[in-house]
Structure formats: structure tokens, C-alpha cells
């Protein structure tokens, strides 16, 4: 499973470059701007381009967008399948399993992601709502002090609730695909008491994954910036970190599944 999530992946990454690769050809070809970009961001040679290929840039972006967008509702899709595999105790993984499993579950876990999607905003809109309610003008304010200030006290409670919200989105998922319901609000109820019964345990197994997955991207982002990719053989080299840094991602998530689903169903047989 883990070589048929890594194509996909790859798959709409190159859907994403190859456009714009075919319009950085056309557009700069191989000039002396095309190995400046090599060493860095450049702020000058990036306004030079839209100013001067603009139109032709926003078409390649609203292109990626849709990329983005089709890749969002493809990776909604092989959750089922995901799931499917690793509810089998002997993760028996066949491709006929993996993509019926995406199919029958498409629709709900869809219509779950919409439900939490909202969830997120809505939390999102009543801390962005206390802070302003503190009275705090970005623009007239003399220093940038106070809202640091008033920052570092709700960003780490809206990320406490932001990472319980994630966590009932998981366990409804996994309610989803084992007790097979089509009304996907039972499992949001019974993924809610799940959390809170057990809280301990579920909020320190999704910490120590978070940790796991802040250990990957640390060591990617240590290894590909120890170099300038200037020259043929580091760019090969910048572009095997980044694969095993794609694989590392996955594994991190089918670590976070895989243990949830152990936790579920032992708290489950236990009970």
C-alpha cells in the first residue's frame, strides 16, 4: 500500500510542475535568470516575471489550484481504502480491497470532512472574535508587544481545541469503516465520547505522532538546506530528500491510522 499511496502522490506532484515547468521554458528558457533561481528566493527576478508574463502566470496557478483541489478530493477517496486494509487484523492488503474500499465509503467520509471543515471555521471564527473583542487595532497599536501578548494566550488554547477536533475526525472515521453507518452523525457522537473517555490515551498517542512527524520534517528541512542546489548532482540530490521525505509522510500517516485503529478496538473489546 505504501508504493500505491507514494505514486499517487507523485503523480499529481507532477501534475502540479509539469505546467509550470513547461512555462518557466518558454517564459525565461535558459537563461542567466534560470540559474540565479538556483541559489535562492529572489525577490526582483519573481516581480520581473509576473510583471512581464502576469496573465500567463495566473492561468498556471488557477491550474495548480484545481490540482490542489482534485488531489484534496482524491486523498478523501483512497481514505476508505486505507482504512478498509488496516481494520483487517492481518492487514491483508489486495488493490481490489484498497479501491473498493474507497468506493463505498467516498460519499460519508465526504460529507464527514465537509461537517469538520466547518467545525474548524467555525473555531477558528470565535478565537479570531475573542481577539478582537480584546480591543486590540493592528493599526494603532504602538507596539507589537500586546498582540504577541494576547497570542501566545489564545493560539496555544485554539490549537488544544483545533487538535481534539482532529482527533473525533479520526476516530469517526475509523467508526465509519468498522461499524459500517451510513449516518455519519452516530459516529461523530460515538467518536466524541470515545475521545473524552479517553482522552489520556488518545491525545498523548496523537502527540507522540505529531512528535514523530515533527522529527521527519526536522531532519528534511536540516538535510536540504545544508546545500545549494546549484548544480546537477544536488538537485538529484534535494530531489531523493524530498521523496524520502514524501515517504516518511505517508508513514507517519498510516502510523497515526494504524494506532488509532489498535486503540479503538482494544478500548472497544475492553468495554
Known sequence: MWGLLY????????????????????????TLENSNMLNGFDY???????????????????????????FFIFSIFWMGGILSI??????????????????????????????????QALLLGVFAFIFIQQGINPLEVESEV???????????IYLLFATIIFMIQDYAKIHIVHQKKKVIFQSIKKAFSFVIKNFRKCFGLYLLNLLTFAVFFGTYWLLSNSFNS??????????????????????VKLL????????????????
Open 7 to 30: 505514486l499517487l502522490n507523485f503523480v499529481f506532484a507532477l501534475l502540479s510542475a509539469v505546467p509550470f515547468s513547461g512555462f518557466l521554458s518558454k517564459s525565461v528558457g535558459h
Open 44 to 70: 526582483t527576478f519573481i516581480s520581473d516575471l509576473m510583471r512581464e508574463y502576469g496573465s500567463g502566470l495566473s492561468v498556471i496557478m488557477s491550474l495548480s489550484q484545481g490540482i490542489i483541489v482534485l
Open 86 to 119: 488496516l481494520k483487517l487484523e492481518d492487514n491483508d492488503y489486495s488493490f481490489r480491497k484498497f479501491w473498493q474500499g474507497s468506493a463505498i465509503y467516498f460519499w460519508r467520509l465526504i460529507r464527514l470532512t465537509f461537517y469538520f471543515t466547518f467545525f
Open 146 to 156: 500586546t498582540i504577541i501578548n494576547s497570542l501566545m494566550f489564545l493560539v496555544p
Open 230 to 251: 546549484n548544480s546537477t548532482p544536488t538537485i538529484f540530490l534535494l530531489f531523493f530528500i524530498g521523496q524520502a521525505f514524501i515517504f516518511s509522510r505517508i508513514a
Open 256 to 271: 497515526n491510522l494504524g494506532s488509532a485503529i489498535e486503540l479503538f478496538r482494544s478500548e472497544s473489546k475492553s468495554n
